[in-house]
């Protein structure tokens, strides 16, 4: 097994504390120089990362993510705000909406089924798709609700409950800042996280989910 980050119960970087740190050929925080990382932001990715960790310290274990995704927004004078989001979340869409709109935000949209394009578009044959029994189904257009709300000036796209790999696309092609309210879990009430407090009790299947899968 090779030793990486999750694998370290030190949380020695944290401290700066580079005697508890693992050796320097699996440790990152020894192994490469802080100018490094620091290189790597620019004059708005400051920016942001100072909204962010003001936000988390405003609304540390009391502000929901909707609160501070909201707080993070204003800190950063972003009005308007993009919702990419699943039509299976629609009511919830619209609550968003409303919510963001009531505090002052003009508010774009667009659903996982923009542009009404057929599954068969990426190559997904009628007996693949959810319901094979009807003739087509309407793809999933992460690529186009991207471009879109880009097209549209959004500042800060907002996603919500994209299915695993149309969330990717998504964040490929968004062309602003995106951060995610919601990830589509349907089995897990949309919490993800329920699959890892239960990965060593009621879910232990996930520890074996490819080979009983795929074999």
Request: with cysteine.
């Amino acid at each position: 097994m090779i030793f990486t980050c999750a694998d370290c119960g030190t949380k020695a970087c944290e401290q700066m504390n580079y005697d508890k740190m693992p050796d320097a050929s699996v440790c990152i925080s020894k192994n490469i120089d802080q100018q490094w990382f620091k290189d790597k932001y620019n004059e708005e990715d400051i920016e942001i990362a100072h909204n962010a960790a003001v936000t988390e310290a405003a609304g540390y274990c009391h502000q929901t993510r909707l609160e501070e995704t909201m707080a993070f927004a204003y800190r950063m004078g972003y009005h308007k705000l993009g919702i990419a989001f699943c039509t299976g979340l629609s009511t919830e869409a619209a609550t968003l909406a409303g919510v963001l709109r009531d505090n002052g935000f003009e508010v774009e949209a667009a659903c996982c089924k923009c542009g009404a394009i057929p599954k068969a578009f990426v190559g997904v044959a009628q007996e693949e798709q959810l319901h094979p029994e009807r003739d087509f189904e309407i793809m999933c257009n992460p690529a186009g609700q991207a471009e879109y709300l880009s097209a549209k000036g959004c500042d800060l796209c907002i996603i919500l409950g994209l299915c695993v790999g149309h969330d990717t696309l998504f964040i490929r092609h968004c062309k602003t800042p995106v951060t995610v309210l919601s990830s589509k879990d349907r089995v897990m009430a949309h919490n993800p996280m329920g699959a890892l407090y239960q990965a060593d009790s009621y879910l232990r299947r996930v520890h074996t989910f490819i080979k009983d899968t795929f074999g």
